[in-house]
């Protein structure tokens, strides 16, 4: 493997975007997990990819604030839509998400079937484009997952059944648009699920699997000469894979 300064200079702006998203999407994933709501980044995060189609419909600027406003503001009313309905039928809270995810992945496609390049943006939607992060897109999007971490950490419970729907609406708004959808889902449910039996420093491994998972998919993805998100994606599935069947394992051979 070559590592030239031309690779070096696109890898390390992805690898700081994915350990950004793993960051905010560990601790996030396992309160998702825990809630039974595994689906709902992909509802959220597909209507914020919908925002934010259909801001470029309108010929706003790509990546500007208008953007970004649209975005937000269709995943924090699809956040409060859940929060209702989460309290008004819990029961059947997970085929709403499902319900939602569905509607807005065919509405998106409704926008883009008359755009020229409607496959494409529908492509950078769902997989993302994580090696043509610029680093200028970097310090704003810490920034913001800073300041959403330090509500989460500080307040955590306090929060609320709302307040977890807004601050997971804004996570979830900032990182399909540096990662993609698949990526966002794959970031926020494996570390959670492969750490469900190993529960001892929980959050940290987690964190290792994420960060680890980034590292070794854009490695592989730059050896092999294929897409970095799907890459990713395998290489997060692999490691979670292999720690929720160890620590499996480790529970059975455990005497009580």
């Known amino acids: 493997m070559n590592l030239d300064a031309d690779a070096l200079a696109i890898l390390w702006p992805a690898l700081l975007a994915g350990l950004l ?14 809630r039974g709501i595994v689906f709902i980044d992909l509802a959220v995060a597909q209507v914020a990819g919908v925002g934010v189609i259909l801001a470029d419909v309108l010929g706003w600027e790509p990546m500007g604030a208008a953007v970004q406003v649209a975005a937000l503001s269709a995943a924090l009313a699809c956040a409060l839509l859940l929060t209702w309905t989460e309290r008004r039928w819990p029961e059947v809270q997970e ?7 569905v509607l807005a992945s065919s509405a998106a496609v409704l926008l883009l079937a008359k755009h020229p390049h409607g496959g494409e943006h529908l492509k950078d939607l769902l997989v993302g484009q994580i090696l043509w992060v610029k680093p200028a ?9 800073g300041a959403l971490l330090a509500l989460w950490f500080g307040l955590g419970a306090r929060l609320g059944r709302t307040g977890f729907y807004a601050i997971f609406a804004c996570v979830v708004t900032i990182s399909v648009q540096l990662v ?19 529960r001892d420093r929980r959050l940290l491994k987690g964190y290792a699997i994420g960060a680890l998972g980034y590292a070794l998919g854009l490695l592989a993805s730059l050896e092999l000469d294929l897409p970095s998100g799907p890459m990713i994606v395998c290489a997060v599935a692999a490691l979670g894979l292999l720690s929720f069947a160890l620590g499996k394992f480790i529970i059975k051979a455990t005497p009580a």
Do not use: D, K, S
């Open 137 to 145: 897109q970097l310090p704003l999007a810490a920034l913001a997952y």
């Open 21 to 34: 998203v793993t960051a905010t999407h560990v601790p996030l994933g396992m309160q998702v997990l825990e």
């Open 180 to 198: 993609g959808l698949y990526l966002v889902f794959i970031t926020l449910v494996v570390p959670a699920l492969a750490t469900w039996y190993a």
């Open 95 to 101: 085929a709403i998400i499902g319900v939602v995810f």
